[in-house]
């Protein structure tokens, strides 16, 4: 494969780069026991990816103050950055990969995530990939999340790419929304959900991929023409 700087790759972060599910246990456990609430993993993982706001007030009451809102759910955010520091986190397979052969080839890569800034730099640097992608577009940066296209709308526009030349990589049906409402090629990874639809593409891990055949796809895709 020649450089190519004319195409990107839109990540999202948990589940399809890193899992990060563990950390995000541990802060909302640790943080809500501060306010006499025992959460289950099976609870855990049914707001799993939600708003905090939305966890809380479903989890606490519909009229929790949005004062209590923001206190806990920084309180939270935290002790997830905390223990991403202390105990660290790993690329999923095929992630490494992907993005060291789009480094090595010119592909400028972003990341779209609805986590808070912050998180996401913290599990960058302690990746030491901070500076390996050009863009972040997080929960600060949108007005609607995923399934919205507003966030990888945003991520195209600040690469300078168009949508119909951006790929994005996604672990969850919302995100792979998203990506199609942008006009963009996706790729669907069963990390985090037993059935996926609605992606050009659907795998297991992203070690089944290669970057040639992310070329390859946005090409069916109808890119780069």
Known sequence: MKENN??????????TM???????????KQSLA????????????????????TILRGLLGADLPDADVVRIGDAKEQIFRDVVKDQGV???????????QAVTHGVRQAVV???????????????????????????EDVSQGKPHPEGCITASRKLSISASNCIVLE??????EAARRA????????STHDHLSGADRIVDSL?????????????RHGAFG
């Open 6 to 15: 004319h195409f990107a790759l839109i990540w999202d972060m948990n589940g």
């Open 90 to 100: 790993q690329l999923l397979p095929g992630s490494e990969q992907l993005i060291d």
């Open 183 to 190: 006009g963009m090629a996706c790729v669907g990874v069963l």
């Open 207 to 219: 070690e089944e991929l290669s970057l040639d055949d992310l070329e390859e796809l946005l090409r």
């Open 18 to 28: 890193v899992d990060t599910r563990e950390a995000h246990w541990l802060a909302w």
């Open 113 to 139: 995530s609805s986590a808070p800034r912050r998180n996401i730099t913290t599990i960058l640097e302690v990746l030491k990939r901070l500076d390996t992608f050009a863009v972040l577009v997080c929960a």
């Open 171 to 176: 672990d969850a049906p919302a995100g792979l």
């Open 34 to 53: 501060a306010e006499q609430y025992d959460l289950s993993w099976e609870t855990f993982l049914n707001t799993f990816g939600q708003r905090n706001d």
